[in-house]
């Protein structure tokens, strides 16, 4: 028999793929769950023995959350990642790394087929095409439910009518977690009008008041919490995390447009990615020059866009990743944060490399490296192509001018 390595994470759609494969495609199917932070260890029991229950030739899970920090978070981190200002790439990086580990897992066993549950309508179906045609260019792809335009009932009573018992209950809310966030999607994210309720929310608000917190950076990376260094940045994401989500903290509805050309909206609750990104920018805007700011927004956008789209084996990303990472030479201090029900906020910083410094004065006060005759000359030489234009044009300026 041929084989064929499965994406699997045991729902209804890779459920049945498995049954699919097997019994209709007659391959050996070799499923494989790749954990990015989004189960713990009795769900990976759970899903594992539902596999082998499904008739899977083998089951495999890797755990790759410190290999998706290492490829992945650490630079959306560096360059303060935020898709629209708002979505911090929880589910598109995660899909990234998922799919770079299935294809590593199919060239390891020899498989002539990759298959994944991927239907025709978003994002995922892209990302993890782009990355087998790279990875595993002599690999066939194989996309039951998007080939065969499956709907939701076809695929219940063909798992009913070959003896597959599970909860088909659809749940009102489709809920994806993983290291670096959950997204949420409901009727609600169906539109563009309504907004989740809280019931919708996988972290209920259980923390009243105010808590004040301290991170540490070094070097651009978050080591620690309140004085407590972790053995590695995974470990302190997932603490965090456990300190904010229940405030309430990092909800919101992210709207953006999908590869396929389509606007989309999905519901997530990212506490600690959005701190995190938040207090490095604030020690960043201390510890960079405007240029270093001014070019790592100007790539970072880009990079955060590239990634969403299934493009993280680009070489270009490369590039921007040692760019990124010399720029955090000097990103080391601490940063305050304070959390409320609902919010949080970036209070303050310390740093050796603060360039804030009140050596060389005070903004608004006083200064101590130039004196008021420096200004006007600095002021004259600045704005000097200015004023050459206008005097040069002053028809077409009181042209302007009168119009306003």
């Known amino acids: 028999m041929k084989k064929v390595v499965l994406a699997y994470s045991g729902g209804l759609d890779t459920t049945y793929c498995a049954i699919y494969l097997s019994r209709v495609e007659q391959l050996e199917v070799h499923a494989i769950t790749v954990q990015t932070g989004g189960f713990s260890e009795d769900d990976l029991k759970k899903i594992e023995a539902r596999a082998y229950d499904l008739g899977v030739a083998s089951f495999k899970v890797v755990d790759v959350m410190k290999e998706y920090y290492e490829s992945c978070i650490k630079y959306l981190v560096y360059g303060n990642v935020l898709k629209n200002a708002t979505y911090p790439l929880s589910v598109s990086a995660e899909r990234m790394i998922q799919a770079i580990s299935v294809a590593e897992y199919a060239k390891s066993v020899n498989a002539d087929f990759v298959a994944h549950g991927s239907t025709g309508a978003g994002n995922d179906q892209v990302r993890f095409d782009m990355v087998f045609q790279s990875m595993i260019p002599g690999i066939g792809i194989i996309t039951p439910i998007r080939d065969m335009k499956l709907s939701r009932e076809e695929e219940i009573s063909f798992l009913k009518a070959n003896g597959v018992e599970m909860n088909f209950e659809k749940a009102r809310y489709s809920i994806n977690k993983g290291l670096w966030g959950t997204s949420v999607g409901g009727k609600e994210t169906l539109n563009s009008k309504e907004y989740l309720p809280e019931t ?60 396929i050309g389509i606007k989309g909206r999905v519901g997530f609750e990212a506490a600690a990615p959005l701190i995190i990104i938040k207090a490095h920018h604030l020690l960043e805007k201390h510890t960079l020059t405007k ?90 030489i600045f704005g000097n192509q200015v004023g050459i234009y206008h005097l040069i044009n002053k028809d077409i300026t009181q042209a302007i001018q009168q119009e306003n």
């Open 200 to 259: 919708a929310w996988p972290t209920q608000v259980t923390e009243t008041g105010r808590k004040n917190i301290e991170l540490h950076f070094e070097k651009g990376e978050l080591k620690g919490v309140d004085g407590t260094i972790f053995s590695h940045p995974v470990e302190v994401i997932q603490y965090l995390q456990s300190v904010a989500q229940p405030y309430g903290i990092g909800r919101d509805i992210h709207v953006g447009d999908t590869i």
């Open 291 to 380: 240029w270093q700011l001014y070019w790592k927004d100007q790539l970072s956008s880009w990079y955060g866009n590239w990634l969403h789209e299934g493009m993280m084996l680009d070489p270009t990303m490369r590039n921007i990743e040692c760019f990124l990472e010399d720029s955090q030479k000097t990103v080391s201090g601490k940063v305050f944060v304070t959390l409320e029900p609902y919010r949080f906020t970036v209070t303050g910083i310390e740093s050796e490399h603060d360039l804030m410094n009140s050596k060389f004065g005070s903004y608004g006060e006083m200064n101590n490296g130039w004196t008021g005759d420096d200004v006007k000359g600095f002021a004259k």
